[in-house]
């Protein structure tokens, strides 16, 4: 209730007593609030960063949906590539990263297909399917994923 005085312009009961207000106590709350709220909005006008490198593993699988197991993609693995499907707002190089971190192989490229989300009909109702976005990576020579080792 102290500091709720000082503000409101009301007399302690040590300033009744000695009859008159000090400057020092009046000036100090406000310079502390100041420096509080001005600590508060220096720290939200850091910028915000990328994932720290400890955390690659978990903003990897939010990147990597599945692979995809067709007839196509096994027979790519024959010239190395594998595909898969990932979040529709990733890019080349945060798949390269995912794909890296996840199964620890070096990506040599990454080809991207977006995918429109195809209007259809159920008798009377129309409706829209979800966009999708698949990702062929392609490893540099010597490297493997032992994604379709039982198909």
Known sequence: MSIF????GDKDENESK??????AT???????VKAIVDAEVTENKEPKTLAPAKN???????VLSK????????????NNTYCFNVA??????????????????KVANVRVLNKVGKIVTFGRI??????????????AKGQQIE????V
């Open 147 to 150: 994604i379709h080792k039982n």
């Open 56 to 62: 690659i593993k978990f903003n990897a699988f939010r």
């Open 5 to 8: 005085n000082n503000w409101s």
């Open 88 to 105: 529709i707002h990733t890019n080349k190089i945060e798949i390269k990263k995912a794909v890296e971190a996840v199964y620890g192989v």
């Open 67 to 78: 692979p995809v197991v067709t007839e196509k993609s096994t027979y790519l693995v024959n």
């Open 126 to 139: 129309t409706g829209k399917r979800k966009a999708n976005k698949k990702a062929y990576v392609t490893l």
């Open 18 to 23: 000695a009859g008159k207000k000090t400057k």
């Open 26 to 32: 009046v000036k100090a709350a406000p310079k502390k």
